[in-house]
Protein backbone atom coordinates (compact mmCIF):
# COMPACT_ATOMS: atom_id res chain seq x y z
CA UNK A 1 0.00 0.00 0.00
CA UNK A 2 2.93 2.44 0.67
CA UNK A 3 4.28 2.03 -2.74
CA UNK A 4 0.86 2.67 -4.40
CA UNK A 5 0.70 5.82 -2.08
CA UNK A 6 4.11 7.22 -3.08
CA UNK A 7 3.51 6.31 -6.59
CA UNK A 8 -0.49 8.57 -6.64
CA UNK A 9 1.65 11.18 -4.28
CA UNK A 10 4.49 11.38 -7.62
CA UNK A 11 1.87 11.23 -9.89
CA UNK A 12 -0.38 14.09 -8.14
CA UNK A 13 2.75 16.27 -7.87
CA UNK A 14 3.86 15.63 -11.43
CA UNK A 15 0.48 16.63 -12.62
CA UNK A 16 0.66 19.95 -10.19
CA UNK A 17 3.85 21.17 -11.29
CA UNK A 18 2.78 20.75 -15.49
CA UNK A 19 -0.32 22.96 -14.94
CA UNK A 20 2.25 25.31 -13.20
CA UNK A 21 4.09 25.48 -16.47
CA UNK A 22 1.09 25.67 -18.53
CA UNK A 23 -0.43 28.40 -16.84
CA UNK A 24 2.69 30.45 -16.77
CA UNK A 25 3.20 29.93 -20.13
CA UNK A 26 -0.71 30.82 -21.17
CA UNK A 27 -0.27 33.52 -18.91
CA UNK A 28 2.88 34.54 -20.76
CA UNK A 29 1.59 34.01 -24.19
CA UNK A 30 -2.34 35.68 -23.19
CA UNK A 31 0.25 38.99 -22.33
CA UNK A 32 2.16 39.11 -25.41
CA UNK A 33 -1.24 38.05 -27.88
CA UNK A 34 -3.12 40.72 -26.39
CA UNK A 35 -0.48 43.22 -25.57
CA UNK A 36 1.50 43.24 -28.60
CA UNK A 37 1.22 47.05 -28.98
CA UNK A 38 2.54 47.53 -25.40
CA UNK A 39 5.46 45.47 -26.52
CA UNK A 40 5.87 47.62 -29.92
CA UNK A 41 5.50 50.64 -27.95
CA UNK A 42 8.35 49.98 -25.45
CA UNK A 43 10.95 49.14 -28.68
CA UNK A 44 10.15 52.27 -30.31
CA UNK A 45 10.41 54.28 -27.27
CA UNK A 46 13.14 52.95 -26.65
CA UNK A 47 15.19 52.92 -30.29
CA UNK A 48 14.15 56.83 -30.39
CA UNK A 49 16.18 56.94 -26.51
CA UNK A 50 18.78 55.22 -27.86
CA UNK A 51 19.13 57.62 -31.32
CA UNK A 52 18.62 60.22 -29.22
CA UNK A 53 21.84 59.42 -26.54
CA UNK A 54 23.65 58.55 -29.25
CA UNK A 55 22.91 62.62 -30.71
CA UNK A 56 23.48 63.76 -27.45
CA UNK A 57 27.04 62.37 -27.07
CA UNK A 58 28.68 63.38 -30.36
CA UNK A 59 26.93 66.70 -29.33
CA UNK A 60 29.04 66.34 -26.07
CA UNK A 61 32.68 65.20 -28.01
CA UNK A 62 32.09 68.63 -30.33
CA UNK A 63 31.65 70.96 -27.47
CA UNK A 64 34.02 69.37 -25.77
CA UNK A 65 36.50 69.66 -28.89
CA UNK A 66 35.02 73.49 -29.37
CA UNK A 67 36.20 73.79 -25.43
CA UNK A 68 39.89 72.94 -25.72
CA UNK A 69 40.40 75.09 -29.26
CA UNK A 70 38.93 78.02 -26.89
CA UNK A 71 41.19 77.71 -24.03
CA UNK A 72 44.14 77.36 -26.57
CA UNK A 73 42.93 80.61 -28.26
CA UNK A 74 42.34 82.49 -25.24
CA UNK A 75 45.70 81.59 -24.08
CA UNK A 76 47.15 83.14 -27.11
CA UNK A 77 45.65 86.32 -26.83
CA UNK A 78 45.96 86.66 -23.52
CA UNK A 79 49.82 86.21 -24.71
CA UNK A 80 49.19 89.06 -27.27
CA UNK A 81 47.41 91.26 -24.88
CA UNK A 82 50.18 90.77 -21.89
CA UNK A 83 52.42 91.85 -25.37
CA UNK A 84 50.56 94.76 -25.65
CA UNK A 85 50.05 95.82 -22.19
CA UNK A 86 54.19 95.96 -21.89
CA UNK A 87 54.04 98.17 -25.04
CA UNK A 88 51.80 100.55 -23.57
CA UNK A 89 53.57 100.54 -20.08
CA UNK A 90 56.85 101.02 -21.66
CA UNK A 91 55.92 103.74 -23.93
CA UNK A 92 57.90 105.90 -22.21
CA UNK A 93 61.36 103.95 -22.15
CA UNK A 94 63.49 104.72 -24.80
CA UNK A 95 65.21 101.66 -24.81
CA UNK A 96 61.91 99.77 -25.10
CA UNK A 97 60.82 102.20 -28.26
CA UNK A 98 64.55 101.59 -30.11
CA UNK A 99 63.61 97.80 -29.10
CA UNK A 100 60.07 98.02 -30.86
CA UNK A 101 61.35 100.13 -33.73
CA UNK A 102 63.93 97.85 -34.67
CA UNK A 103 61.62 94.46 -34.48
CA UNK A 104 58.50 96.15 -35.67
CA UNK A 105 59.92 98.86 -39.05
CA UNK A 106 63.26 96.93 -39.33
CA UNK A 107 64.88 100.93 -38.20
CA UNK A 108 68.45 100.16 -37.40
CA UNK A 109 70.75 102.32 -34.93
CA UNK A 110 73.78 104.26 -36.06
CA UNK A 111 76.64 102.11 -35.93
CA UNK A 112 74.77 99.02 -36.81
CA UNK A 113 74.77 96.88 -39.59
CA UNK A 114 71.35 95.64 -41.17
CA UNK A 115 71.49 92.22 -42.46
CA UNK A 116 68.70 91.36 -45.32
CA UNK A 117 68.18 87.49 -46.32
CA UNK A 118 66.45 86.99 -49.51
CA UNK A 119 64.44 84.03 -50.27
CA UNK A 120 67.27 82.59 -52.76
CA UNK A 121 69.79 83.23 -50.14
CA UNK A 122 67.82 80.97 -47.72
CA UNK A 123 66.75 77.82 -50.35
CA UNK A 124 70.40 77.89 -50.45
CA UNK A 125 71.24 77.19 -47.25
Avoid at 29 to 47: G, Q, T
Wanted: hydrophobic letters at 40%; aromatic letters at 12%; a neutral charge.
Amino acid sequence: MAIYDIMINNRQHYHHSTNRISLTTRIIEEFVLRSWWVVLFFLICYACYDKTMQQQDNAIIKLDKKIVELKIDKLYLEGVRNDLLIQINSQSDYAWIELTLMKGLGVVPEGQTKVYFTKQDTENL
